[in-house]
């Protein structure tokens, strides 16, 4: 009986532990609420910035000085995205979100600077329609290596310039780091040849080579177009043959001075999708 009893004891047991067991595997996690700025993949594009509902951001090429210039019936097309929450998103770097206050006074988030925006035309998650429109807009991504800027020309000696370098106001359209840095050619440089830069890099602080790893670019900016050069242990990247690089006396982002140093447009010119391919040397 005593056994009998014990081998009852010992199936309900058993039991209880298999019920036990299947109930917690039933239980379900609770899912982290998005907040903030999101990175998402797209089949296309890569690594996006999106709202917490998965919403694509873009950023418009006229803000590279960080100041924004959607207004008015630009907003009804692009929106402004403004989170005041942090993100939860582990794999974004929280240094680079920012936020900036509008000349009407509404906030609005940045990332590196840009100001973030929503297309009105993305319907649902996912859509990135808005991207490449008007050669000035694109989607905001973490990763760009070069981007482009939609501003004004202003040299060292103050004057406004158009994009043919003649005194005048107008937007132009040049490349920039991801952080809206101007990037110049060398007029006498080659083919992917560095001409400036000297062996002992005693003049790398006036006209630093621009050094970074090729990863993402604009969509008006094909990856056939660049490359990269070794300048006395540097790698300088290449846009069409032409050695890129700074103007040390570019302060502040969207600043263009070097356009005039040494002559107007001839020894430091900006960098465009326009620009010839670099002369090869003979």
Do not use: H
């Amino acid at each position: 009986m005593l056994i009998y009893l014990k081998r009852n004891l010992m199936a309900i047991v058993c039991i209880a532990m298999i019920f036990t067991a299947a109930c917690k595997k039933k239980t379900v996690e609770p899912v982290a609420e998005k907040k903030g700025i999101q990175l998402a993949t797209d089949a296309k594009f890569g690594a996006v910035l999106t709202d917490k509902d998965g919403k694509s951001l873009y950023f418009f090429a006229t803000d590279v000085a960080g100041t924004a210039n959607c207004t008015g019936g630009c907003e009804a097309v692009w929106p402004l995205y403004y989170s005041a929450d942090a993100s939860t998103d582990l794999n974004l770097n929280k240094a680079e979100v920012g936020e900036i206050t509008r000349a009407d006074g509404r906030k609005q988030s940045t990332y590196k600077g840009y100001p973030l925006y929503y297309y009105a035309t993305d319907a649902v998650t996912g859509d990135v329609k808005g991207d490449g429109i008007g050669g000035i807009w694109f989607v905001a991504k973490p990763d760009y290596s070069l981007m482009l800027a939609n501003a004004q020309l202003v040299g060292a000696n103050g004057k406004t310039y158009t994009s043919a370098y003649v005194e005048g106001t107008g937007n132009t359209k040049y490349f920039t780091d991801a952080l809206g840095r101007t990037l110049y050619a060398f007029g006498p440089d080659k083919n992917n040849k560095n001409n400036y830069t000297k062996a002992d890099l005693s003049n790398n602080a006036i006209w630093p080579v621009y050094e970074i790893e090729l990863k993402s670019l604009p969509s008006v900016i094909t990856k056939d177009l660049i490359g990269v050069i070794d300048v006395f242990g540097k790698k300088q990247m290449t846009y069409k043959g032409w050695p890129l690089y700074y103007f040390a006396s570019d302060a502040k982002r969207g600043d263009n001075k070097g356009i005039t140093v040494g002559g107007i447009g001839t020894v430091w010119p900006y960098v465009s999708t326009s620009t010839a391919v670099a002369p090869v040397a003979p």
